[in-house]
């Protein structure tokens, strides 16, 4: 089972930028950045194919993207003109990728805190 590690997070003011990065201990295919607000539910915000074919949340959509570079096993996600409703714990997934969306595997990273401040 593939090791993810999370980092980039921090205290951002709204309108702000922050990029996050989750490194893998080997090859990945398919990966996913989900995020946790407090007394919420974990939600899917972006997922890339290992082909590169991406989606987004709609809340999301014009502000963040998700990309990767396979010869690091890494995938980034930058985040744009952050707002207090992205206040979260984003967190990193190896899954697969079916039907253009991502589904989410049983590797996760610790998850890297994000908070945007108004």
């Known amino acids: 089972q593939v090791q993810l590690v999370e980092s980039g997070g921090g205290l951002v003011q709204a309108g702000g930028s922050l990029r996050l990065s989750c490194a893998a201990s080997?090859?990945?295919?398919?990966m996913g950045w989900y995020r946790q607000a407090p007394g919420k539910q974990r939600e899917l915000v972006a997922g890339?194919?290992?082909?590169?074919?991406?989606n987004y949340v709609n809340s999301v959509k014009g502000r963040f993207t998700v990309s990767r570079d396979n010869a690091k096993n890494t995938v980034y996600l930058q985040m744009n003109s952050l707002k207090p409703e992205d206040t979260a714990v984003y967190y990193c997934?190896?899954?697969?990728?079916?039907?253009?969306?991502?589904?989410?595997?049983?590797?996760w990273g610790q998850g890297t805190q994000v908070t945007v401040s108004s």
């Open positions: 997934n190896a899954g697969g990728w079916y039907n253009s969306k991502f589904v989410s595997g049983n590797s």
């Open positions: 080997g090859s990945i295919n398919a």
């Open positions: 890339i194919s290992s082909r590169g074919n991406t």
